[in-house]
């Protein structure tokens, strides 16, 4: 099993502020998937890192892949409330279900 | 919509009774994916089918069990059910699982 940590478990802040979260292993990973999820729903995929050192842009949320694919960090500019939510890693590239790490609980305060 | 369809989305039972969850993968996807979700233990892999067959165990207790269906729906049996089985249980699919998976809303089981 992949262990992965996320950082930090709970962050809140002010709207308009920028943030970093962060999803770290000692494992070397084929690819890293980021979701997200709102309170009582199912996680929705944000974006699948595969490239060492690959860095995606989703509108405000960057997401980079460490260049030894052991990590991954997500960055979120001028964060706005309709970004709160728990942020989930998980390794991709397995046959088996994901293992998901315990997610970063994102709030972000109008 | 998400595409995966789950059923029911509430469930309340009292403790050592048996219930079936219920889940239809998005269209086109043949793996299928249940998963346990609690505050405490964050999301849980339980048990993976491929077109039918069991392709992967995670953390699923003896007292669980699942099925897929040759339409590629599937179900999930919770028996004695205990107190500390209440959770967000949660159905994804995905046509190969190396990109994504696509996750449905989940049941919510209380039991008392």
């Known amino acids: 099993t992949q262990l992965l940590e996320q950082s930090p478990q709970f962050l809140s802040i002010q709207e308009g502020e920028n943030l970093t979260v962060y999803c770290n292993s000692s494992?070397?990973?084929?690819?890293l998937q980021w979701y997200r999820q709102e309170p009582g729903e199912g996680p929705v995929l944000l974006v699948t890192?595969?490239?060492?050192?690959e860095v995606k842009k989703l509108k405000r949320l960057t997401f980079q892949f460490g260049d030894a694919r052991k990590d991954s960090s997500l960055h979120i500019t001028a964060a706005q409330p309709g970004d709160t939510g728990l942020y989930l890693c998980?390794?991709?590239?397995?046959?088996?279900?994901?293992?998901f790490g315990k997610g970063t609980h994102l709030i972000i305060q109008p | 919509d998400s595409g995966v369809t789950q059923t029911p989305k509430h469930l309340i039972t009292a403790t050592g009774q048996r219930v079936t969850l219920r889940c239809s993968p998005r269209?086109?996807?043949?793996?299928v994916y249940w998963y346990q979700q609690s505050l405490d233990q964050g999301l849980q892999f339980l048990i993976q089918?491929?077109?039918?067959?069991?392709?992967a165990k995670g953390n699923i207790l003896e007292r669980f069990s699942a099925q897929q269906f040759p339409d590629l729906h599937s179900e999930l049996n919770l028996s004695s059910l205990e107190l500390g089985d209440s959770a967000l249980y949660f159905c994804?699919?995905?046509?190969?699982?190396?990109?994504?998976?696509?996750f449905g809303s989940g049941t919510r089981l209380t039991v008392v």
């Open positions: 994804a699919s995905s046509p190969s699982g190396d990109y994504g998976y696509t």
């Open positions: 089918y491929y077109n039918g067959e069991e392709r």
């Open positions: 998980a390794p991709g590239g397995g046959a088996d279900g994901l293992t």
């Open positions: 890192v595969v490239t060492g050192g």
């Open positions: 269209s086109g996807d043949l793996s």
């Open positions: 494992s070397v990973f084929s690819s």
